[in-house]
């Protein structure tokens, strides 16, 4: 039972433009969702989120879209930088407040390649 | 500030045989979870403590698997016997509950783990 989903296994993506990375989910009780980014042989690192009260958070280059109705949230990357080139997690949480505060239910990744 | 930190980073060993992987959390990080990742697809949740007790372990297969956090800091995963389907990346993360949000996680490199 796939609660999260990313679709696009890879994206590649010419430098100075926009990289668009797509994730939806099942879950109707995910309140909180997320973007990890990672390198090989290292951790994923946290990137930026966004809570379900809100439709867009930005951050610098990065901006995460929410679409509640439609279970679908996005990342964007504008301009893309040959160093974004990482695989792309996408999270979600349920209940942040409550017990499960923490618990992360992740997608299966985007390997995203920048061309110079 | 020092990462999460795990050891060891690679182990190789064959079916039925015993393995054991340590974690040590960010100072002074009361959460730290467990994490299982197959080729292809994201980091699952097998296990989450607060300090030392245990506050999900719903996805961790306790017939094989065994996990323990001594005196709320370090924590270390077991698996007796190994299967071939345990190869993975076993990642190792904290939080501090002090922290805004769930995203507040921070991974350590992970062990990779090779069953023959």
């Known amino acids: 039972d796939q609660q999260v989903k990313q679709n696009s296994p890879s994206l590649s993506v010419q430098e100075g433009r926009i990289s668009i990375l797509n994730c939806d989910y099942t879950?109707?009780?995910?309140?909180?969702f997320l973007w990890y980014k990672k390198y090989p042989a290292e951790g994923p690192t946290f990137l930026i989120s966004?809570?379900?009260?809100?439709d867009k958070n930005e951050d610098g280059r990065f901006t995460v879209f929410l679409n509640k109705s439609a279970k679908h949230l996005s990342l964007h990357i504008v301009p893309s930088q040959p160093g974004d080139s990482a695989v792309y997690f996408c999270?979600?949480?349920?209940?942040?407040?409550?017990?499960?505060?923490?618990?992360?239910?992740f997608g299966q990744g985007t390997i995203l390649t920048v061309h110079p | 500030e020092a990462g999460v930190a795990q050891s060891p980073r690679y182990k190789i060993i064959e079916k039925r045989q015993s393995v054991a992987f340590w974690c040590n959390p960010i100072?002074?990080?009361?959460?730290l979870y467990w994490y299982q990742q197959i080729l292809g697809q994201g980091p699952k949740l097998l296990i989450q403590?607060?300090?030392?007790?245990?506050?999900?372990d719903s996805q961790l297969p306790k017939d094989r698997f065994s996990a323990e956090r001594l005196k709320g800091v370090d924590s270390t995963l077991k698996i007796q016997p190994a299967k071939l389907e345990d190869s993975a990346v076993y990642l190792c993360?904290?939080?501090?509950?002090?922290?805004?949000?769930?995203?507040?996680?921070?991974f350590g490199p992970g062990t990779r783990l090779l069953v023959l």
């Open positions: 403590f607060q300090n030392n007790g245990v506050v999900d």
């Open positions: 999270a979600a949480s349920a209940d942040a407040g409550g017990t499960s505060y923490g618990k992360l239910t």
């Open positions: 966004i809570s379900s009260i809100k």
């Open positions: 100072s002074g990080h009361a959460t």
């Open positions: 993360a904290s939080s501090s509950i002090r922290l805004a949000g769930p995203g507040a996680q921070y």
């Open positions: 879950n109707s009780m995910f309140d909180y």
